[in-house]
């Protein structure tokens, strides 16, 4: 039975502002420019949630900070929507 809503560990750590698991996956190889179905990176998801720890760590794993999603919008965008 295929799981509904599925959210890889790096979307789900950026969700919920665990820069510490976000460490912890890139270390074991995860990249932090995986990319959901709506093309959102950790990066965006982060924004979105107003996950301030881990926009920083994931900028600090140097994650492209000029990336857009699949409709063109930047996780500073994201971030300036929802932050309002």
């Known amino acids: ?6 959210e890889d560990p790096m979307h789900y ?15 074991r190889g995860t990249s932090p ?3 959901d179905k709506t093309g ?3 990066l965006h998801v982060a924004a979105t949630n ?16 000029n990336s857009k999603d699949k409709v063109g ?3 500073y965008k994201h971030y300036s929507i929802n932050s309002l």
Not at 1 to 6: A, H
């Open 1 to 6: 039975m295929p799981v509904k809503n599925y």
């Open 13 to 27: 750590a950026a969700r919920h502002d665990q820069a510490g698991t976000l460490h912890a996956l890139n270390v």
């Open 33 to 35: 420019e995986v990319r």
């Open 40 to 42: 959102s990176t950790p």
């Open 50 to 65: 107003g996950a301030l720890r881990a926009m920083r760590k994931l900028a600090a794993l140097e994650s492209d900070l």
């Open 73 to 75: 919008i930047s996780w």
